[in-house]
């Protein structure tokens, strides 16, 4: 039984506290344990790595943060003018890097369109065909597990979506990915050519659900959000002055040429419902008094709960760190 009073304010911050306890966080580890003098933040347009790149400032002052804008061929227009507003505003000299060649030289953009055709027979990114993935909607009402679908939109504005096989779904996944380990690469090497250190901007709702991509956007020498839910992420926005065209764009994956926002492509909730819903899960509230407090039913409620149990669970592999086998005892003669 949870001694929590569970209400729709549990997950409001002291955002000064949190702002001086994070910065006093990156200080300490990239500073001291990493010898470390400033910080680099890939900076995306969006509102988590808005927010870390207005507490590396804060941590190292402009001129040892740096602002990386990682660009490639199916990237939004309105990401970089966003990213650059962000530096603009914290007084930060961006970067820009596109990472559309090194994505053609991988091979990313052709195996993955390969693995459409074999959905869509017709999809031509060349002939204006756009794509994406997404997974089914109205987890709260229909319940059902996470299987993905590829949906794409036709050169004349149509859409149509099917269900996409295990090899198809694997293939586009795994050429996708290439974009976050490019502009993981990137990054250090913006980092490593200053001996300073990549700075994290993956929220609680990221890391701990696995949406992210091993060695890509999850390679960083320091996580300083993993701890805080998104909608805790709003609140620092607003705290640090974040811009206000970042705190109202909707939260979205950029990855496919198609526009996508993260809860069609894995979340399947709101954040402002399921941060609620975890917290209460996590601190073991009773679910009649949840769906009171939420307006919900006890079943919306448990299916909430085991959609992040289940996402947490085959997604764990991503947080492990790669096993070291122990040196053998020595023979005894």
């Not at 504005?157 to 976050?180: C, D, H, M, W, Y």
């Not at 917290?279 to 006890?298: I, K, N, S, W, Y």
Request: glycine share 6%; charged share 25%.
């Amino acid at each position: 039984m949870s001694s929590i009073s569970f209400s729709k304010n549990v997950l409001d911050l002291d955002p000064a506290r949190e702002t001086e306890r994070i910065v006093s966080f990156i200080q300490q580890n990239v500073r001291q344990t990493m010898r470390r003098s400033g910080g680099v933040v890939g900076i995306s347009g969006g509102i988590d790595s808005a927010v870390v790149l207005a507490l590396t400032v804060r941590a190292f002052g402009p001129q040892k943060t740096v602002g990386v804008m990682i660009p490639e061929r199916d990237s939004d227009p309105i990401s970089e003018t966003l990213a650059r507003e962000l530096a603009a505003t914290y007084g930060v000299t961006p970067v820009l890097e596109n990472i559309t060649a090194a994505l053609e030289g991988f091979d990313c953009y052709r195996r993955r369109d390969a693995a459409i055709r074999r959905v869509f027979p017709e999809f031509a990114a060349a002939a204006g065909y756009k794509a994406k993935i997404v997974l089914p909607p109205d987890l709260l009402a229909k319940g059902t597990l996470n299987f993905f679908s590829a949906t794409i939109v036709k050169p004349d504005g149509g859409t149509e979506t099917r269900a996409l096989g295990p090899r198809e779904f694997l293939e586009i996944v795994a050429a996708s990915n290439l974009k976050q380990r490019s502009r993981m690469s990137t990054l250090y090497y913006q980092a490593e050519s200053r001996n300073y250190a990549v700075i994290g901007t993956a929220n609680k709702n990221e890391h701990d659900q696995g949406f992210f991509v091993k060695y890509g956007d999850g390679g960083a020498d320091i996580q300083p959000i993993a701890h805080l839910f998104k909608t805790q992420i709003y609140q620092l926005a607003r705290y640090l002055g974040v811009p206000e065209a970042i705190q109202k764009r909707t939260p979205t994956t950029d990855t496919y040429s198609a526009p996508q926002d993260q809860q069609e492509f894995f979340y399947r909730l709101p954040f402002a419902t399921m941060d609620l819903l975890w917290f209460a899960r996590d601190h073991q509230v009773p679910r009649a008094e949840v769906a009171q407090v939420m307006g919900l039913t006890e079943v919306e409620v448990q299916r909430a709960f085991d959609d992040i149990t289940r996402k947490q669970r085959t997604t764990e592999y991503l947080r492990l760190l790669p096993p070291v086998l122990p040196a053998a005892e020595p023979i005894s003669r």
